[in-house]
């Protein structure tokens, strides 16, 4: 009997939706990026805003990740992922519907600023939270199964993506990511708990840690470049 076959229903149900939500939340990063970048391109002075908002992702992921990993070891993970999608989806809400042409361009930059915070808590309580929904003998199956989706958002996201553009123009696109956030959200909130994880650190543990690690990447210029260049080896 294979592994996969010893899956108890409680589990393949979390595996559904856990990996349901991580393609359907990729999408919609792919689709928010699409639409953003197309559209700085075409504007004057494009390739200079191009920039700053790749540039300004890469940076924040740096210096907010490692607080991302202490928050989520401190946590509940499945409370931080739904909250994290739920502050997402508004987020993209806002700029499609409330954001004047006049100021499209800085409230891009802004808010992807703010996603790409949000997304330095939600990833490292994403990869956390395997260990609570599934039994440990069955992480490898699971992770198996969203590599493989993953793969197949990653190829078929971006044609996708430009035709949901090009139809129906970038605010109702971000329309689409917004609900994209929430559908994410909404199944990561109906997942079943099964192993509860200890919280490892207390709050004033966490935010010490916190404090150390940017202490240590600001005083050691080569293991911030490192982490620089494998963040913008990751995004392309």
């Excluded at 790749?54 to 991302?68: C, H, P, R």
């Excluded at 409330?98 to 490292?124: D, E, G, V």
């Excluded at 395997?130 to 996201?157: D, M, P, W």
């Excluded at 543990?205 to 050691?220: D, H, K």
Aim: glycine fraction near 4%.
């Amino acid at each position: 009997m294979t592994e996969e076959a010893k899956l108890t229903k409680t589990e393949k149900l979390n595996t559904v939706k856990v990996t349901t939500s991580n393609a359907i939340s990729k999408f919609g990063d792919v689709l928010f990026d699409y639409v953003n970048t197309v559209f700085l391109s075409s504007i004057p002075n494009g390739g200079f805003w191009l920039s700053f908002y790749q540039s300004s992702e890469v940076l924040i992921s740096v210096f907010f990740n490692f607080w991302g990993g202490a928050v989520s070891d401190s946590g509940n993970r499945k409370r931080i992922i739904f909250h994290c999608d739920l502050i997402s989806g508004f987020i993209c809400l806002i700029l499609a519907i409330f954001i004047p042409k006049s100021f499209f361009i800085y409230a891009i930059i802004l808010i992807n600023i703010a996603l790409a915070i949000i997304t330095s808590f939600r990833s490292p309580a994403y990869k956390a939270i395997f260990r609570e929904i599934v039994y440990k003998e069955h992480i490898n199956t699971v992770n198996s199964t969203l590599e493989i989706v993953k793969e197949i958002v990653q190829i078929a996201g971006p044609s996708l993506a430009l035709l949901i553009a090009n139809f129906f123009g970038n605010r109702i696109a971000l329309v689409l990511d917004a609900v994209s956030f929430f559908v994410s959200g909404l199944l990561i909130k109906k997942l079943t708990i099964l192993t509860t994880q200890p919280n490892k650190k207390h709050k004033k543990n966490t935010l010490f840690q916190i404090r150390e690690g940017f202490q240590y990447i600001l005083t050691n210029s080569q293991i911030m470049m490192i982490i620089i260049f494998s963040s913008i080896v990751k995004r392309l």
